[in-house]
């Protein structure tokens, strides 16, 4: 279905003006459409302009409001007014009703270009990439021209869910309609093919710009550094300065993860000096990137004084306060953090969760593990898979893992982190047979296994001491190429040591390239 309306979508061009004859068409995600033969230019009776209910609709918050507006705006017989209908359209756009939003636009006998492209922005902030794009062919068929915002959205889309065939259509659709050259339109291809790990096309787009504006800057500097490749993004931050550009608070908070991912203290500090003289460092989206970075430097003192410093702090900077605890081997005081959080009545999310879950794990603490289960089903994280997998991986660790067998069994889209987490549970556990057969369950159902999974299983099959199941396992290491993964290798090494086959340990010993001589097969937890 979405290969023929992309096919389609790269044979229209747009039209030159708009036509006076009505051009019907239909496509999901709505199946009816009207035409818009209307001037573009309404005349607004002063009436309705001043109508109270007007000034109402400006000063909505939230959808709660929009509902108890609309009976007013009925009674007063302004629903069809294209002012209101312009208004309501949007209002529910931008709080996610876009089944109300349809219910204003469809009826339009004459719909204005500016309703189009407000019903494709309320899909492409709520909607899914297919809905999205069905939109945009209907816009088209309905001749409405596209403009620069549409293409703007329609990259965003395509580039948050990966998809790169279907931008590189909207890329050439916007070729088409004559936006090559425009800077906004370009940073959006930009970020399009940064997101979808092409970052070297990404950096054609941006080296062919004749001119370069920040936003441009920040989205090139962002995508290296969100494809790890650090050095290039803090040499772009340079080439930046020396042509003009100063860096401003998205340039700071973009390269600071950069300087955490490698642990470069010189550099974070040297972005902390610039933040601090720029006026930037009270900003709330800054000191949670400097609590980050100094944790993952292995500074978790310095982060904690920024993290209490904090005017402002966002669920984002609580959890990574709490994430620069666990990772630096204090849970005590990462579930201190997590209880103060609480108690100031910040509502964790799913990340907040699975730290709190690892932290839990670590000190062993069943009790809090059981309140932090309870609290995830309150909040109905139960369908995030991560949050269950770390939930199977705390039990495992509390010495429950019938509890964690419970979880596992009951949930649903199992991931093969989800089996490597029940096979390592089972595993620490002394149950080596449920390891294994969780192992074969997993191959049976065309799960492959990766290195973590051949980490986990490989110390329990050690246990049983069985030279044949040991040379079945290296072979399905081989099978799976995974035998110059070192840990897996290792792995290997301690299964035939412990088998009594020294030669064979021995022999496997001396082939590997490289050695990782503080590896215990316990430390597979690591990976979880």
Known sequence: MMSSQLLYLTNIKAPSSIPSKPNRSSSPPNPISHSHTLSQRIHIPSHVYNHPSALLLELCTSMKELQQILPLIIKNGLY??????????????????????????????DKLDVLYHTMLKGYAKNSSLNNVVSFFVRMKCDDVKPVIYNFSYLLKVCGDNADLDRGKVIHGQLITNGFASNVFAMTGVMNLYAKCRQIDEAYKMFDRMPERDLVCWNTIIAGYAQNGLAKVAFDLVLRMQEEGQKPDSITVVTVL?????????RIGKSIHCYAIRAGFESLVNISTALVDMYSKCGLVRIARL????????????????????????????????????????????????????????????????????????????????????????????CKRVDLAAKVFDNLQGKTPVSWNAMILGYAQNGRVNEALNHFCEMQAQNIKPDSFTMVSVIPALAELSVTRQAKWMHGLVIRHYLDKNVFVMTAVVDMYAKCGAIRIARKLFDMMEERHAAWKPENASTIL
Not at 342 to 370: R, S
């Open 80 to 109: 069809n007014e294209h002012l209101f209908q312009t208004k309501l359209l949007s209002l529910f756009c931008k709080y996610g009703s876009l089944n109300e939003a349809a219910r204003v636009f469809e009826p339009i006998e």
């Open 306 to 397: 920024i993290f209490d410093g904090m005017k402002q702090r966002t669920v984002v900077s609580w959890n990574s306060m709490i994430d620069g605890y666990v990772q630096s081997g204090d849970p005590e005081e990462a579930m201190a953090i997590f209880q103060k959080m609480l108690d100031e009545g910040v509502e964790p999310t799913n990340v907040t969760i699975m730290e709190t879950l690892h932290a839990c794990a670590d000190l062993g603490d069943l009790e809090w593990g059981k309140f932090i289960h309870k609290l995830l089903e309150e909040l109905k994280l139960g369908y995030d898979v991560s949050v269950m997998n770390s939930l199977i991986s705390m039990y495992s660790k």
């Open 257 to 265: 993860p950069a300087a955490a991912n490698i642990g470069s203290l």
